[in-house]
């Protein structure tokens, strides 16, 4: 059965920080690469951070990099994302989901619930 449960969502103001946590099932977490990817209000979803599955490579959105950081935890199947300078335009809904390192297609077309991040100006 596959499980993904985002949390660590809030309102935060400009300039603030959260930190997203994702726990996955075994089954779809373990031998794959992880995602973070966010929809906002009238767009469609994308790709904000991803980690390969040993956690030794890593990409960003072009929009977040150097100040989102994607990290993971294979011991209790988990992926992070650390969110700093937060911006007003990255409020969005956050999913996690594994998917192809290199593609970063979705393994599977399951999606959990996400957690919403507002950030006001």
């Known amino acids: 059965q596959v499980q993904l449960v985002e949390s660590g969502g809030g309102l935060v103001q400009a300039g603030g920080s959260l930190r997203l946590s994702c726990a996955a099932s075994g089954s779809i977490f373990r031998g794959n690469a992880m995602g973070w990817y966010r929809q906002a209000p009238g767009k469609q979803r994308e790709l904000v951070a991803i980690?390969?599955?040993?956690?030794?490579?890593?990409r960003y959105a072009d929009s977040v990099k150097g100040r989102f950081t994607i990290s993971r935890d294979n011991a209790v199947n988990t992926v992070y994302l650390q969110m700093n300078s937060l911006k007003p335009e990255d409020t969005a809904v956050y999913y996690c989901?594994?998917?192809?390192?290199?593609?970063?297609?979705?393994?599977?077309?399951?999606w959990g619930q996400g957690t919403q991040v507002t950030v006001s100006s």
């Open positions: 980690i390969s599955n040993s956690g030794g490579m890593k």
């Open positions: 989901n594994a998917a192809d390192y290199w593609t970063t297609i979705t393994v599977n077309n399951y």
